[in-house]
């Protein structure tokens, strides 16, 4: 418009750039323990597709240990990418040390990959042993940190589900989303979550509403 201006005086048509939107990224906390691992699985596949599809996508699996994985999901088949990661983890299949792992994301990962409106994909059924308020600060620090925390846990597979464990009560106030993740129709359900822009948070405190009952 400027340039039009000097050229031609004043009076002419205003020129506009066209405003271009980019996707916020998207981070994956996979839960790898031995309960976990089957589930964990699929959502990396979900992942991978996603980074496919051109988002920006961090990934990390956990079970006594964090790892970052997004490197080795480069690989453009999500087979080979994911039998990669099954190789390469240590901890695949094994023990679970939620707390102590999400403190690790916090303090080493969460400024790195969670700017720029990020969602935070969490995968893991939530039962911690120990030190639940450690578990519960944790939760919250990782809650502020991202725009939009999406918890996927595969007990709500049971419709009669409540969350009685001390672990999943401790984290479950902290999330905007707790959802199922045990099969594709969980996955097409995460995806329209994903697909939606987030909706101003509730005070923790009150945490997200159970979803309804799903099928076996």
Not at 157 to 175: K, N, S
Request: aromatic share 6%.
């Amino acid at each position: 418009t400027v340039q039009a201006m000097a050229r031609h005086g004043d009076g002419g048509p205003m020129h506009w750039r066209t405003p271009r939107t980019r996707p916020a990224p998207l981070v994956v906390l996979a839960d790898i323990s031995g309960s976990m691992s089957r589930y964990s699985r699929m959502l990396l596949h979900f992942a991978h597709a996603m980074g496919r599809s051109g988002l920006r996508v961090h990934s990390f699996v956990f079970g006594t240990r964090l790892t970052p994985i997004s490197r080795l999901m480069a690989q453009r088949d999500p087979d080979l990418a994911v039998a990669q990661v099954v190789r390469r983890v240590d901890d695949w299949s094994g023990g679970t040390r939620i707390t102590a792992c999400l403190h690790d994301f916090n303090r080493h990962w969460s400024r790195r990959v969670l700017g720029g409106g990020a969602t935070l994909l969490l995968i893991s059924d939530g039962l911690e042993h120990g030190d639940t308020d450690a578990l519960r600060f944790e939760m919250e620090r990782l809650h502020k940190s991202c725009r939009r925390l999406v918890w996927l846990n595969p007990l709500l597979r049971y419709a009669g589900f409540e969350p009685r464990a001390a672990g999943i009560r401790a984290m479950l106030p902290h999330v905007d989303h707790f959802l199922p993740a045990h099969n594709l129709d969980s996955l097409a359900d995460l995806a329209r979550v994903l697909a939606t822009a987030p909706a101003p948070r509730r005070p923790s405190r009150a945490g997200p509403s159970l979803p309804l009952p799903v099928p076996t």
